[in-house]
């Protein structure tokens, strides 16, 4: 019923800079929480950031200061800014949302992205 779609990975040398985006498209009525998350060979998928729908932020620490999520609300996207890469950032980077189909519904569910590669090289 929702698509997320990311786009913007790819490989950049350390100190460099990414921007992913992800666009939600289908049954949507009103998109609530969004967020980005990773997952490095061998390791958990972790959270890096996320936004309300209010524009409330929060950060991983091994990525504040650096990384900077944002929105918009019109276009049902979601954006993360990263800069001053490492290489431990290298890892597949999910999007997930939060999504409301209807105004009668009270119940979000829950959608993830496809993911988009992250490489980061030294």
């Known amino acids: 019923q929702v698509q997320l779609v990311e786009s913007g990975g790819g490989l950049v040398q350390v100190g460099g800079s990414l921007r992913l985006s992800c666009a939600a498209s289908?049954?949507?009525?009103?998109?609530?929480?969004m967020g980005w998350y990773r997952q490095a060979p061998g390791k958990e998928r972790e959270l890096v950031a996320s936004?309300?729908?209010?524009?409330?932020?929060n950060y991983a620490d091994s990525v504040k200061g650096r990384f900077t999520i944002s929105r918009d609300n019109a276009k049902n996207t979601v954006y993360l800014q990263m800069n001053s890469l490492k290489p431990e950032d290298t890892a597949v980077y999910y999007c997930?949302?939060?999504?409301?189909?209807?105004?009668?519904?009270?119940?979000?569910?829950?959608?993830w992205g496809q993911g988009t590669q992250v490489t980061v090289s030294s």
């Open positions: 289908g049954t949507i009525f009103r998109v609530s929480a």
């Open positions: 936004i309300s729908s209010g524009g409330t932020t």
């Open positions: 997930n949302a939060d999504v409301l189909h209807s105004p009668f519904v009270s119940k979000a569910s829950n959608y």
